[in-house]
DNA sequence: TGGCTTTCTTGATTTGTGTCAATTTCTGTT
DNA sequence: AACAGAAATTGACACAAATCAAGAAAGCCA
């Protein structure tokens, strides 16, 4: 899932950012890490705000520094499904594309790290390596929404709650370094109607397979929010799912 | 859809080969071209015919010279989803990646214009432009996958029928150089059973569809796979989709 | 041409999920 | 502590699509 820094380039951090850049590779020396430190600047936003329309002219390329963006698409009538979910340290924007394809809206206080489109290209232009890099994360993304894919048209309403909910355990694992085996407890960083527009379900039905996974003791909830699992493997076998998980992180 | 010759490079016929590859940039010059010309080599299929299996070791990548595959996943239980189309000229494999995600199969008899994996990375990381091409079109991949997320998850039966015909019907138009619009005429290069599992549904209800919006006067049929499409504009509308088709293509 | 298989269509019935509506629980504010 | 608004739960019912089951049409090969 993540390549360890001896086989290949992670990202870095750039001057005084807080944040590791996923899309600025290691193996590319300070002179580009100087000339992103010109171009950058940060934007805030507050829960339920929009970053950009689907549509809209983008001129920068962003990671997320703190809180949580999603990715929508629309229909005229108002149907929407969530096509991606950011993180901190996750990359935003298209080198080489005028517009942006979907709705990025921040779902909690979102801080991201923007730089100007143009000089970043410039960069990527001069520095083979930043174009490997980012060519690799979104083939990641490809593989992420292609086995969304097929939980959105092939599972059913309970895996595909028991799917979303491993996905967010194993990468709450993944960023505080531990194994996702055993017992495991994390705060669910979405909302009823956002896990429904995620998995193309209703409000109404995750709220029903929520309380039935619970009645089943496949997970415990405490509040609303606060989920956890007693077995990991339990989960994953609820999630039909033999993948290792390289998923919409 | 595609960017006219002059605003950005576009793929570019190599040596004896039939088909121009897309991940080949035209602005790289007869140096490269050469190159790939020593790495190249050609495999042919039948229909029905596996090209590579999910999780093996895939030490090439490809461009499609004629013929059509597939991209599908598979659950254990046999459910199936297919995430992709591969059309002629269309390029598979994964720079930078050791194993194929996907099961690749040819749905007619295919043949295949193959470079070994190394080299060509190698050549990768030589000439920018075809890194960036190639971001281009992973990026493509990517939106059309996010377009069909939207899809599978938010559309009805008869809306996810639609799309995939005026998908088709549009492609259709764009390799033979005409507009899509008004009576258009095309072979639908699918089976039913094809069709469900590119939309997540099954292929009684593809049949039922097919029928319905032939009923309606929305599409004529002339044996199973032969369709013409009466007005485009009305095709678009039942697919319930204002945008330009960006599709998998 | 005739049989054979594959692909497709259509019908009857079931089922999972959506829809509509009422209530409860949570969260933040004064 | 009490209230207000948002978020989540639960129930009753409707409906779209799946499933099960025949049968028809098309393609293929002898």
New binding site residues.
Partial sequence: MMAPDDVHPVSLRCGDCPIRHRAVCARCESDELEQLEEIKYYRSFEAGQTVVWSGDKMDFVASVVSGIATLTQTMEDGRTQMVGLLLPSDFVGRPGRECAAYNVTATTDLMMCCFRKKPFEDMMGRTPHIAQRLLEMTLDELDAAREWMLLLGR??????IASLLSIIARRDAAVQMRAAHGRMTFD?P???????DYL????????????AL?RDGVIE?E????VTVPDMDRLMEEAGDDSDGGFLV
Same sequence: chains 1, 2.
Avoid at 155 to 160: D, P, Q, V
Avoid at 200 to 211: A, K
Avoid at 223 to 226: L, P
Wanted: glycine share 6%.
């Fill in positions: 599972k059913t309403a309970r895996e595909k669910l979405l909302t009823r109607e956002a896990m429904a193309g379900l209703t409000l109404e039905t995750v709220s029903r397979q929520m309380s619970k909830l509040g609303k929010r606060h």
